[in-house]
C-alpha cells in the first residue's frame, strides 16, 4: 500500500492505494471530505499515513474497516502492535519504538475516520469513547449546584503522555544557524520563524499577495488572514522583515512569471513552485548537522512566545500573536528560558540572604 498526492484539474488531491495500485475508495473519500472543509495540506497527508498504517493492520487480521467484530478489542490489539515499532517506510523520520504521543495520533485519525463513516450512514463507530463528569472548575462560583453537570468524552484507548521539553533557541544560537544557511530565501524563512512566532505551514503558505507596502512611519505590520491549520488568522511581523520579505519577492531574477509564494523552489526542476515542509526540514536538519546543534521548527515558536512573556507583554495579547484560540494553549507554550529564571532568582536570594556570601554552618 502507499500513499500519493494526484493531481486532477488543478486541484492536489492525497489517496490511498493499495497492493494492485487501486484507490482505497472509503479513505480517499474521507480526505476528499477533509480537503473540502479545508484542512492543511499537512494534516491531510498525516491522515492518510495514518490510515494506510490501520488498513495494514486490517489486512493482517484479516478484518474489514466495516466488520461487526471491529470493536474497542480490535482497537486495543491495533495499539499493540503499533507499540512494536515503525517498519520502514512507514513515517518519515521515525527510528525505534513509537511514543505513546505518536500513538495517540494515530489512534485520532482512525477515530476521525470511523466518525465521518458513521455520519455517512455507512457503519457503525465503534465504542472509543465513555462519557465522564467534566473537571470541576478550580472556582464555583454562588448556585453551582443549580448548574447540570458538564460532561465530556473520554477515549478508552488513549496512552498517557509525557509533556515533551520545548527547547528555547538562544539568539546566539540563531543567529549561528542562519549565518550557515547558503541562501536569503533559506535565511528569511527561518527569520519569519524567529521574528513572529509563525508556524512552519505558515510561513511556507505565505503568498507574495498578503505582504503589506513596508511602512517607514510602523514598527510592525499585519498579514491579514494567512492561512493558519484549515483556518485564517493575522500575522504580526517587524518592519524590518516585512521590508527585506517585500524586496525578496519583487527581486527581478527571482522567478520568472507570477510569483504566487514567497517561498518557493529554486532548483530549475521544480522552480516557482511552493516550498514542500520536507525541503525545509532537509535543508534545517543538513545545516545542524555541520554545525553539531539541533532544534525544531516549533521550537522557534516556543521561544518566540517565551521572549513576549519574559519583556512583560500582556498574556492577552500574546495569545493574538500567537493564533491561539484558547489561553490555556498560550500558557502551555511558555518555557522561561535558563537565563531569565537564574537572573530573577539571583535577585531574590542576593536581597533576603546576600547571595552567595550567605553562611549556613
Not at 494567512?226 to 519583487?250: C, N, Q, T, W
Not at 531574477?253 to 511552493?274: H, I, L, M
Request: charge should be neutral; aromatic fraction near 12%; include cysteine.
Amino acid at each position: 500500500m502507499q500513499v500519493q498526492k494526484v493531481n486532477k484539474n488543478g486541484t492536489a488531491y492525497w489517496v490511498l492505494l493499495d497492493d494492485d495500485m487501486h484507490l482505497v475508495d472509503p479513505v480517499c473519500e474521507f480526505l476528499d471530505f477533509q480537503r473540502k472543509i479545508d484542512r492543511a495540506d499537512n494534516t491531510l497527508r498525516a491522515y492518510a499515513l495514518d490510515l494506510k498504517i490501520y488498513w495494514e493492520f486490517l489486512t493482517k487480521k484479516c478484518l474489514r474497516f466495516d466488520d461487526a467484530s471491529v470493536s474497542i478489542d480490535t482497537m486495543a490489539d491495533f495499539v499493540d502492535d503499533l507499540r512494536q515499532g515503525a517498519r520502514a517506510g512507514e513515517l518519515l523520520h521515525v527510528t525505534g519504538s513509537r511514543t505513546n504521543r505518536s500513538i495517540n495520533r494515530i489512534l485520532g485519525s482512525v477515530h476521525s475516520f470511523y466518525r465521518y463513516e458513521q455520519m455517512s450512514g455507512r457503519c457503525q463507530h465503534p465504542s472509543f469513547y465513555e462519557t465522564v463528569s467534566d473537571t470541576a472548575p478550580l472556582y464555583q462560583g454562588y448556585l453551582i449546584h443549580t448548574h447540570a453537570k458538564k460532561q465530556t468524552k473520554k477515549s478508552m484507548v488513549k496512552l498517557k503522555e509525557s509533556q515533551p521539553q520545548a527547547r528555547i533557541v538562544t539568539e546566539e544560537e540563531f543567529l549561528r544557524f542562519v549565518a550557515a544557511l547558503s541562501g536569503r530565501r533559506d535565511r528569511l524563512l527561518f527569520y519569519v520563524l524567529y521574528y513572529t512566532g509563525a508556524r512552519i505551514q505558515e510561513a511556507l503558505d505565505l503568498e507574495t499577495g498578503m505582504l503589506p507596502m513596508p511602512d517607514a512611519d510602523h514598527a510592525v505590520g499585519v498579514l491579514h488572514q494567512i492561512r493558519s491549520k484549515g483556518k485564517r488568522r493575522d500575522l504580526y511581523a517587524p518592519m524590518f522583515l516585512i521590508r527585506e520579505l517585500y524586496a525578496f519577492v519583487h527581486e527581478k531574477d527571482a522567478v520568472d512569471g507570477e510569483r504566487k509564494y514567497v517561498f518557493v523552489a529554486e532548483k530549475s526542476n521544480y522552480a516557482g513552485r511552493q516550498l514542500t515542509y520536507h525541503a525545509a526540514y532537509d535543508m534545517m536538519r543538513r545545516t545542524q548537522e555541520r554545525l553539531g546543534m539541533e532544534f525544531h521548527f516549533h521550537d522557534l515558536r516556543h521561544t518566540f512566545c517565551t521572549g513576549l512573556i519574559e519583556q512583560g507583554v500582556d498574556t492577552a495579547i500574546v495569545q493574538q500573536v500567537m493564533g491561539h484560540a484558547h489561553l490555556y494553549t498560550t500558557k502551555r507554550y511558555v518555557h522561561l528560558s535558563d537565563r531569565y529564571v537564574m537572573a530573577h532568582l539571583t535577585d531574590y536570594w542576593e536581597q533576603w540572604k546576600g547571595g552567595a556570601d550567605h553562611d549556613i554552618c
